[in-house]
């Protein structure tokens, strides 16, 4: 490769000079003004599926030890990636990036993960700020996900609350969040 052109492919990449590209929005400011919207059919792993055809398919399997399930995203009949998860398993694609939420339905708190199912490796996962450390005895802990121009959009519906965070596509790092007002 040409110098110019490996100077300008690692400015696009964002690696040059050590600074990521900015984003193309303000996401905490979306954050601070996104009124509350939820869909309990995108909260579950049927849903969730619903949203990628036609290029992939997601088939569920029932897993070794008896908890959860594992699925599997096929794309022209072939598994292009497996992982667990359960009926609340919430996830979206973008450009052969599989977008996941890794949460225990009963418990508070989710994760997100970006594996790239081209080169079949994990790009990221990340803890979410949520709510954050929640006492209880009995919980429902769901999630919504959905992609916007550079943010994954997690839309956390726990018993102790809701949320938003917006979380940066190619870094994973939070760069938008809310806490909904209890009611």
Same mark, same amino acid.
Request: proline share 5%; hydrophobic share 40%.
């Given at each position: 490769?040409?110098?110019?052109l490996?100077?300008?492919?690692?400015?696009a990449a964002?690696?040059?000079?050590?600074a990521?590209? =900015?984003? #193309?929005? &303000?996401?905490?400011k979306?954050? *601070?003004?996104? $009124?509350?919207?939820?869909?309990?059919?995108?909260?579950?792993?049927?849903?969730?599926a619903?949203?990628l055809a036609?290029?992939?398919?997601?088939?569920v399997?029932?897993?070794d030890?008896?908890?959860?399930v594992?699925?599997?995203?096929?794309?022209?009949?072939?598994?292009?990636?497996?992982?667990?998860g359960?009926?609340?398993?919430?996830? =979206?694609v #973008?450009? &052969?990036?599989?977008y996941?939420a *890794?949460?225990? $339905?009963?418990?508070?708190?989710?994760a997100?993960?970006?594996?790239?199912?081209?080169?079949?490796k994990?790009?990221?996962?990340?803890?979410?700020?949520?709510?954050?450390?929640?006492?209880?005895?009995?919980?429902r802990?769901?999630?919504?996900?959905?992609?916007?121009?550079?943010?994954?959009?997690?839309?956390?519906?726990?018993?102790a609350?809701n949320y938003?965070e917006?979380?940066d596509?190619?870094?994973?790092?939070?760069?938008?969040?809310?806490?909904?007002?209890?009611?």
């Amino acid at each position: 490769m040409r110098p110019l052109l490996a100077l300008t492919a690692l400015l696009a990449a964002g690696v040059a000079g050590g600074a990521p590209l =900015a984003l #193309r929005e &303000d996401y905490q400011k979306k954050a *601070d003004e996104a $009124p509350w919207q939820w869909s309990d059919e995108r909260a579950t792993l049927q849903g969730a599926a619903k949203h990628l055809a036609p290029r992939y398919v997601a088939e569920v399997g029932p897993r070794d030890d008896a908890c959860g399930v594992i699925i599997r995203i096929l794309k022209d009949g072939a598994v292009v990636h497996f992982f667990p998860g359960h009926h609340r398993t919430a996830f =979206a694609v #973008r450009d &052969d990036i599989l977008y996941y939420a *890794d949460l225990d $339905p009963i418990c508070s708190g989710c994760a997100v993960v970006a594996h790239d199912m081209r080169k079949h490796k994990r790009l990221w996962r990340v803890q979410l700020k949520g709510l954050g450390p929640v006492k209880h005895s009995k919980y429902r802990n769901a999630v919504n996900i959905s992609l916007e121009r550079d943010a994954v959009c997690v839309r956390g519906h726990e018993s102790a609350g809701n949320y938003i965070e917006f979380v940066d596509l190619r870094t994973g790092k939070t760069v938008g969040h809310k806490v909904y007002p209890r009611k």
